[in-house]
């Protein structure tokens, strides 16, 4: 100990890397995870690679689908390829004016542990899959979400609690406001009209309990709007 503070650690190797975030007194077990990023917040490919890199050393996860249910295994999250995505819609005549005008895929929220989400446009199969945690409100305007949703892992019923019919629209307001999005805006403007047609989803209670976990808003994000424009 250096005599003034009783838990700073002695140990050299806690020091050897002063311009990271890596300290080695915070090492826990995990599931096998590695975390690349820039600093100075570029989206460069080199990332990518050390990504690609760090998931062909975890190969004690295999990438098998353990359970057959969820998209368990070895991957990489990033962030949307939005130049990829115009260029690819473009050639479909789909042109995008801003980048939160994109919608979610298959398995959207999977292994979601805390937040909040709104989703304002289509959402693929196996929505929800591994989610532990937080909540999600979807807007189905065509009536296919029942279809779509993991009903062994979720739940998911009409927006009914005035909290949560509150809070719901806090979130689209907010998204309005952001970025400007006509999609939001026709929404509001007719409010009354599209709230039934709103899912709330929320992970199944664990054996045992009849309530699911509570809210984690404290430690997480802020909540995220993802949506078409």
Not at 42 to 71: C, F, P, Q, W, Y
Not at 197 to 214: D, H, I, M, T
Request: net charge negative; charged share 30%; hydrophobic share 35%.
């Amino acid at each position: 100990m250096n005599g003034t503070d009783p838990q700073r650690s002695t140990d050299p190797a806690d020091f050897a890397f002063p311009r990271t975030l890596y300290r080695p007194v915070e090492e826990r077990d995990a599931c096998g995870t590695g975390f690349v990023a820039s600093i100075a917040g570029e989206r460069r490919h080199g990332i990518l690679r050390m990504g690609v890199e760090a998931v062909i050393n975890l190969t004690h996860r295999g990438a098998v689908s353990a359970d057959g249910k969820t998209g368990d295994g070895a991957g990489i999250l990033t962030q949307i390829p939005h130049d990829l995505f115009r260029r690819e819609l473009l050639g479909m005549g789909v042109r995008l004016e801003r980048d939160a005008d994109l919608g979610v895929g298959d398995h959207g929220c999977e292994y979601m542990t805390a937040g909040c989400v709104v989703i304002l446009g289509e959402t693929g199969r196996n929505f929800g899959a591994g989610m532990t945690n937080g909540e999600a409100y979807v807007l189905d305007e065509a009536g296919g979400f029942p279809e779509r949703y993991n009903p062994e892992l979720v739940t998911i019923g009409r927006v009914t609690d005035p909290e949560d019919a509150g809070r719901l629209r806090h979130l689209v307001e907010r998204h309005e406001r952001a970025t400007g999005s006509v999609r939001a805006a026709d929404l509001l403007a007719r409010w009354s009209e599209v709230l039934p047609r709103f899912w709330k989803v929320a992970p199944k209670p664990p054996e045992g309990l009849r309530e699911p976990p509570p809210r984690v808003e404290e430690v997480a994000a802020e909540p995220a709007t993802v949506g078409a424009r």
